[in-house]
């Protein structure tokens, strides 16, 4: 009595080995189970076997995946991207008699990366990236930026180290997913740019868990303890902490929202005076030693809410419109240098082809609210007499803390590998130094960003 059975699951079989020997690898997996579908649509197949039949194939497939690729068979995949940035960034202080502050580069970035799904809901990646080696740490590059000036006659460029980790997500149902991160990885905390740049990488371990219990509403909980400096013959390292809980909810088509709030700390910062690590930014109040002279404990809470309208005029697709804020507040610094906040509109989101995007912020970063190498380096001020005390800088432009401005920024991708951009930037210092001097900057960006 099986015998019909057995003969029509061969014949399933054979139809699906066809079907997949003779379509492209990259969609052998959807036309097999397009296949698989139809013959239980007519009968031919129960659920249950075309479900057995799916994974005969898949482990088939893999098997035969791996002798092709050299991959070993505990390796599902094997993917490869990057992208390549280039740059005009000029920098130009308002009223400025002598040029003297003024500045044009062309610089671009470049990045590209590798990453490895194993068997075991485990992952495992890195990637290169550009950088300019700078901050007095000879060997090693900006930690907040990637970009690579043109300069030095034509001299050869460093590759870094930008991303190494291993990733491991042993819950993944449909109301929980949660895992840990081993390395230096990408940022796992939702911040602005008054906390970290986009492109720090800490290194450390992360731990996250996320609980969705229906279409509407997604809570996670973030932690993680990173390094900042490993001193030999001292447990009395250089670290930093974070904790953050943020709630996601869409709530339509139309509207969705987004609130978080964290909790960090730097621990051991009598290890980061200015000798000790990269010192890119600047702003922050320090000793004699350089060392900081305020404990960086900062509580954060931030919120947005995005209308998404069905279509715009000059724009493919859905078309958001997102208002932002945010909030850094460190009790361990004085009541007049222990804040920063922003807030901005955009309008559109770029990145695919024909879409665009126009946004604006203000933000403002007191001196002290948090620790200066973290935050964006592309808002700065200018500094006369003899500069920041204490900062191993001197007069001239400083990204970092104590700043205040403007950022108006605008994107359009013509296709889905390129976008390009223009920013600008009017920032000016909150306390200057000298008092009363003329401290605004403004800084254009134009860039081409391409996608691989």
């Known amino acids: 009595m099986n015998k019909p059975r057995s003969s029509k699951l061969l014949l399933a079989a054979g139809i699906s080995a066809a079907a997949i020997a003779l379509t492209p690898s990259s969609a052998q997996a959807q036309s097999a189970d397009a296949l698989i579908d139809k013959l239980v649509d007519k009968g031919v197949l129960t659920v249950d076997e075309a479900q057995s039949l799916r994974d005969e194939a898949d482990k088939d497939f893999t098997k035969a995946y791996s002798a092709k690729s050299g991959l070993p068979e505990w390796a599902t995949a094997l993917k490869f991207n990057g992208d390549l940035r280039g740059r005009f960034d000029g920098i130009y202080r308002s009223n400025n008699p002598d040029d003297l502050a003024d500045r044009n580069r062309l610089r671009y970035r470049l990045r590209f990366g590798m990453t490895a799904n194993l068997m075991d809901s485990i992952e495992v990646g890195f990637r290169l990236a550009s950088g300019d080696a700078e901050g007095g740490i000879a060997a090693n590059s900006n930690p907040i930026s990637s970009n690579q000036s043109f300069d030095n006659n034509g001299v050869k460029k460093g590759i870094y180290i930008d991303l190494a980790y291993a990733k491991w997500s042993p819950i993944n149902t449909r109301e929980f997913q949660g895992g840990l991160t081993l390395g230096k990885m990408e940022n796992p905390f939702v ?236 920032i000016e210092a909150i306390n200057e130094i000298p008092v009363g001097s003329n401290s605004k900057v403004d800084r254009i960006q134009v860039d081409a960003a391409f996608k691989f």
Do not use: C
């Not at 909980?221 to 447990?235: D, I, N, P, Y």
């Not at 000798?275 to 919120?303: E, H, I, Q, W």
């Not at 932002?324 to 989101?349: I, M, W």
């Open 191 to 426: 911040f602005t740019d008054i906390v970290f740049d986009s492109d720090y990488t800490p290194e450390g371990f992360a731990g996250a868990l996320s609980y969705q219990p229906n279409d509407v509403h997604t809570f996670k909980v973030t932690g993680g303890g990173f390094v900042l400096k490993e001193v030999s013959a001292s447990s009395n390292d250089g670290a930093l902490g974070v904790a953050q809980v943020r709630w996601d909810a869409v709530w339509n088509k139309k509207i969705s929202s987004s609130v978080g709030v964290a909790g960090l700390v730097v621990l051991g910062d009598e290890q980061l005076g200015n000798a000790a690590v990269p010192n890119v930014n600047f702003g922050n109040t320090r000793k004699a030693d350089t060392t900081l002279l305020y404990s960086m404990n900062p509580y954060v809470a931030d919120a947005s809410v995005t209308y998404t309208l069905e279509t715009f005029p000059f724009y493919v697709g859905a078309f958001p419109i997102k208002v932002a804020g945010d909030f850094e507040q460190n009790p361990g610094a004085p009541s007049d240098r222990n804040t920063a906040y922003s807030v901005g509109l955009t309008f559109g989101k770029s990145g695919k082809k024909g879409t665009w995007d126009i946004g604006y912020r203000y933000r403002s970063v007191q001196a002290d609210a948090w620790y200066e190498e973290f935050v964006d380096s592309d808002t700065g001020a200018f500094y006369g007499g003899a500069g920041i005390p204490n900062s191993g800088a001197g007069a001239g432009y400083r990204a970092g803390t104590n700043n205040r401005g403007h950022i108006v920024k605008t994107s359009y991708s013509p296709y889905d590998s390129l976008t390009l951009g223009v920013s600008w930037y009017s």
